[in-house]
């Protein structure tokens, strides 16, 4: 079913970009790349040439002037390198684009420059700065995948970061004007191949247009043979000639002839969204559909932040997998997401705290589980790296028996307040309800409220965690509840200092507001919530066992460390049989059991009938208690989905996170 994922690459960080830096008289210092033996721009005056062959050539000017779509106009280009190319046509978009046009970039690049090369490059063009400097604060680790950008309130980048050819074939979105660079063909014959043309040509909008610098005759050759139509104009400077064309009919996209029924819906409206729910799923999916000018009500029966999102701390955490698996490459994302995500959202961090999380080796078996991941994932030490446990009692700060790895990029989050803050965002309405059931309309979908009223909206987003699947729509997705309940130690005067999250079995988190923070409890199926005292000893002797003389350490300040001493709190998070997130458009689990029944006697023989869902609802649930790392990234996966725009994440994660995994896995198996 996902078959797919295994033809990801590796979960890897890259090489980084191998640059001199060359002046000559009068131009501007500019980076050459000692790998490719080649300019990343004209010396003399790379921004005039940037203008003149993508920007220009593919009629930026006049298409934003005119652009009045819902969706954001999609630029693709090969070989992000410096930026400039993105910087300019971002300039270009605000000089000409409506205010309610918004614009989206997917680049890809498989040597990213460092953060302080980078900027050096940008820093040749003055007028450039405030642009270049949103997009240097939120360069990302130099870790394969897609990482998102927010370049401004109407600006996005998504820079897929991995080789073209690997990363167009995983790319889920559309282009309508490609700029197609990436170093001269003869120094670069490894991406100008006829498997780079088909891609472009499956991930284009009808008339779609491109722009290079080249004339080689392999690009002439591969552009035509994959359906665009190519003409010769006059190049920049001393190049006599360059290329510009466009597609009329973009090829097929054939990924999923092996899985239809994760095909996507047709796109519909979405002037008026209810999300229902107002936990850290429903409500950054607010928030993110309401930073696309989307009007969002958002709807819960309790306020935002009351279940499983209800703590005053939470951890920002991940565990990966020994071995790669989709799995664990969607919580990477998440986590290096939501990072970005709160960085841009809370600059002073009053609702968070980037300060690492340690995962400590405990047993033998855990030891030998993180020994392999590091063998199997050789990426940047900002992103996960091993420590002894000299090391991570010094980054703790406080003596600890164990090793471990160290995510430096992961902290604590106030969940509560983040919740509130979302819900207070502008073009969200908070309205305090139960929501008891749903119809389609011709319009769109009318909201059942307990009271008896009723509430339309274009679309629907489901976020109520352990009730997402009370509605007659999403009843047939599995989800399970599972207790969890974390213990509050008031701490003394001169306790000692937590420098780190802490996990282990459970986890613990530097001191807040005067009041330490650890657990929790994991109860399948359990769905009281009341606070027991057998919760805290099992939270205390958790913590013990981790911590033995930080534990010490406290009673000696006088910290009453008994379960009767302990404030609590009780929730119930939602799980997926295979724990990893639903987030994407609620399958007709009716129409499924029809149209691929035949699965169960031959799940070789795949019908051809995409997959049918409940037009215009959607799901973000099955966060487990890792919400703060998947919630985000899945929310905005949601809103690209419905406001039509390119996709966050590579298709076969895109795939994993289907809410409809389970169902079609059931009727392969003959459930
Ligand atoms: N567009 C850039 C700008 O505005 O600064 C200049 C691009 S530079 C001429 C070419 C870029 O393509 C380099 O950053 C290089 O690392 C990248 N590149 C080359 N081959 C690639 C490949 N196969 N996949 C992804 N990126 C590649």
Redesign the pocket.
């Known amino acids: 079913m996902t078959a797919a994922a295994d033809a990801l690459p590796p979960l890897s960080g890259l090489e980084s970009?191998r640059l001199e830096w060359h002046r000559e008289d009068g131009g501007e210092e500019a980076p050459h790349?000692t790998?490719?033996e080649?300019?990343?721009?004209s010396r003399h005056d790379g921004r005039a040439e940037?203008e003149h062959v993508f920007i220009a050539a593919n009629r930026l000017p006049e298409r934003f002037a005119g652009w009045q779509e819902a969706r954001p106009f999609v630029i693709g280009?090969?070989?992000?390198?410096?930026?400039?190319?993105?910087l300019c046509a971002w300039a270009c978009f605000d000089a000409h684009a409506p205010p309610a046009a918004r614009l989206h970039l997917v680049?890809?690049?498989?040597?990213p420059?460092r953060r302080d090369d980078l900027a050096r490059?940008l820093s040749a063009w003055p007028d450039l700065a405030d642009r270049a400097a949103r997009l240097v604060a939120q360069w990302p680790e130099a870790v394969a995948g897609v990482h998102r950008l927010w370049l401004d309130a109407r600006v996005t980048l998504d820079l897929h970061l991995?080789?073209?050819?690997e990363?167009l074939a995983l790319l889920d979105g559309r282009v309508d004007a490609w700029?197609l660079?990436?170093?001269a063909p003869a120094k670069?014959p490894?991406?100008w191949r006829p498997e780079l043309f088909a891609a472009m040509a499956a991930r284009s909008r009808p008339g779609a247009t491109l722009a290079t610098f080249t004339c080689a005759g392999v690009v002439k050759r591969g552009l035509a043979a994959a359906g665009f139509r190519w003409r010769k104009v006059p190049g920049f400077g001393r190049k006599r000639e360059m290329l510009a064309g466009e597609i009329a009919e973009p090829a097929e996209d054939r990924r999923r002839e092996r899985t239809p029924w994760f095909s996507p819906p047709a796109p519909r409206r979405a002037r008026h969204v209810a999300v229902i729910g107002a936990g850290i799923a429903g409500a950054s999916t607010a928030a993110a559909l309401a930073r696309r000018g989307v009007t969002v009500t958002l709807i819960d029966r309790e306020g935002p932040g009351s279940g499983g999102s209800g703590n005053a701390q939470g951890a920002l955490y991940v565990k990966l997998a020994a071995d790669t698996n989709p799995q664990s490459r969607v919580y990477l994302a998440g986590l290096l997401h939501s990072r970005r995500w709160l960085e841009a959202l809370d600059p002073d961090r009053e609702l968070w705290a980037p300060c690492g999380v340690l995962q400590l080796a405990t047993s033998e078996k855990e030891q030998a589980r993180q020994a392999r991941f590091l063998a199997h994932h050789p990426l940047p030490e900002g992103v996960v790296r091993g420590v002894a446990a000299d090391e991570a009692s010094r980054l703790a700060g406080t003596p600890i028996a164990h090793g471990g790895l160290e995510y430096p990029q992961a902290g604590w989050v106030r969940p509560a307040a983040l919740c509130a803050r979302l819900a207070a965002m502008p073009g969200i309405q908070l309205r305090r309800a139960e929501v008891v059931g749903m119809s389609p309309t011709d319009e769109g979908w009318s909201l059942a409220l307990a009271d008896g009223e009723r509430l339309a909206a274009d679309q629907v987003v489901v976020a109520t965690a352990t009730l997402a699947n009370r509605f007659a729509q999403t009843a047939r997705l599995p989800l399970q509840p599972v207790r969890g309940q974390v213990s509050r130690l008031a701490l003394p005067r001169g306790a000692p200092e937590l420098e780190r999250v802490i996990c282990a079995g459970g986890y613990v988190s530097p001191a807040l507001d005067g009041g330490l923070t650890f657990g929790a409890t994991f109860a399948p199926r359990e769905t009281d919530t009341d606070i027991r005292e057998a919760d805290h000893a099992a939270n205390l002797a958790e913590l013990t066992a981790t911590l033995p003389a930080f534990v010490a350490a406290l009673r000696e300040t006088g910290a009453k460390l008994e379960p009767g001493h302990l404030e609590g709190r009780v929730a119930l998070r939602a799980a997926s049989p295979d724990k990893s997130p639903y987030a994407g458009p609620v399958p007709d689990a009716e129409a499924w059991q029809a149209d691929y029944a035949a699965l169960a006697r031959d799940a070789t023989r795949v019908p051809e009938t995409p997959g049918r869902h409940h037009a215009g609802l959607w799901i973000s649930a099955a966060h487990g208690s890792r919400g703060l790392a998947s919630a985000p990234l899945c929310a905005e996966l949601l809103a690209s989905q419905i406001c039509n725009e390119p996709l966050p994440l590579e298709q076969p994660l895109v795939d994993h996170l289907h809410p409809g995994r389970r169902l079609i896995r059931d009727l392969i198996r003959g459930k």
């Open positions: 970009a790349s790998t490719f080649d300019v990343y721009f940037t280009e090969t070989g992000f390198g410096t930026g400039l190319n993105m680049s890809t690049e498989k040597f420059l490059a991995g080789d073209t050819l990363r700029f660079d990436g170093f670069n490894e991406m």
